[in-house]
């Protein structure tokens, strides 16, 4: 089944951009993922599907400035214009037939 | 408004059972596999059991199985996890969630805690 590695942590200032990684294992570079942000205190929301080819779609509500890329067996996400609201834990998850897997999560700090 | 209304997290001794209740409105649920993740005290969001649309296949992490039990009720809406053998390192906030990409939901979350 995949693994799923990302950072433990990140951090960025006010109003620059971030860019998160999530891998996937070897053998799995077709593999769809999902980010999902999460507040503290509160459940994870989606954010958005990235594909391997780079396409991602993006859940309802969720802002202009979250956007997906890929490189090989990376997965991106990438928030601009960073407000303090984006201060959150970010999960990327995976899926295959019989099994769901998730990353380990990377905090995000906004400075 | 869509929604997962989660029941049932309390207190419970080890060894002991619980039954984890889901209510779903404002979508199809008897078209969508349905999923329970849970999340431990300062940690992160852990897979633990899927079952299809119609409940004729179910799936569990290795860390469960055996003891846990995924199923639904499609007349009524509503998503279950019956949990027996219950040990410490089950404690942890558990989520149900429709994991389908734009159209994933979670619920709100309910607290399990396993102690004596």
């Known amino acids: 089944q995949p693994v799923l590695t990302q950072s433990s942590s990140a951090s960025a200032s006010l109003g620059s951009s971030v860019k998160l990684s999530c891998t996937l294992s070897?053998?799995?570079?077709?593999?769809?993922i999902a980010w999902h942000q999460q507040q503290s205190g509160k459940a994870p929301r989606f954010l958005m599907k990235?594909?391997?080819?780079?396409?991602?779609s993006k859940g309802s509500g969720v802002p202009d400035r979250f956007s997906g890329s890929s490189s090989g067996t990376d997965r991106y996400l990438t928030i601009s214009n960073l407000q303090s609201e984006d201060e959150a834990d970010y999960y990327c998850e995976t899926w295959d037939s019989d099994n769901r897997v998730f990353g380990g999560g990377t905090k995000l700090t906004v400075l | 408004e869509v929604q997962l209304l989660q029941s049932g997290g309390t207190l419970v001794q080890p060894g002991g059972s619980l039954r984890l209740s889901c209510a779903a409105s404002?979508?199809?649920?008897?078209?969508?596999?349905m999923t329970w993740v849970r999340q431990g005290p300062g940690k992160g969001l852990e897979w633990v059991s899927s079952i299809t649309d119609t409940g004729a296949h179910t799936y569990y992490a290795d860390s469960v199985k055996g003891r846990f039990t995924i199923f639904r009720d499609n007349s009524e809406n509503t998503l279950y996890l019956q949990m027996n053998s219950l040990r410490a390192d089950d404690t942890a906030l558990y989520y149900c969630?429709?994991?389908?990409?734009?159209?994933?939901?979670w619920g709100q979350g309910t607290l399990v805690s396993v102690s004596s």
């Open positions: 404002g979508f199809t649920f008897n078209i969508y596999s």
């Open positions: 969630a429709k994991l389908e990409g734009a159209s994933t939901v």
């Open positions: 070897s053998g799995h570079i077709t593999y769809i």
């Open positions: 990235v594909e391997r080819s780079g396409s991602y």
